[in-house]
């Protein structure tokens, strides 16, 4: 397919950390002015099992360890979409755009 390498790292280490039943993974980096290629933003929509019982933000931290190394690396911004199986059957619905970026880097010190 014409998913870049870390598109294909992404899908493969949420598939074997959560076995999702649906999974989409959204290159959202040519909305964000880097150069082609890039791959530097992202956007996810799983829908796990794993996921039941569990509030929104303990599915991010589940997302997020499946990815850390990259969140550590290239991976500049994750939306993260996170829904059971049942969730998804009764309100099945796509993965929702990308938020505008703000810019910078997370290697660029903040001035405050």
Do not use: M, Y
């Amino acid at each position: 397919g014409s998913a870049g390498p870390l598109a294909r790292t992404i899908r493969a280490k949420l598939t074997a950390a959560l076995q999702p039943t649906h999974l989409e993974v959204r290159d959202d980096s040519p909305l964000h002015g880097g150069p082609p290629g890039a791959e530097t933003h992202f956007g996810v929509l799983v829908v796990s099992g794993r996921f039941a019982g569990l509030p929104p933000l303990q599915r991010h931290r589940l997302v997020h360890e499946a990815l850390r190394a990259e969140l550590a690396g290239p991976l500049h911004a994750l939306q993260v979409t996170a829904r059971t199986p049942q969730q998804w059957h009764s309100d099945p619905q796509d993965n929702p755009p990308a938020p505008p970026c703000l810019g910078g880097s997370k290697r660029e010190k903040r001035r405050g």
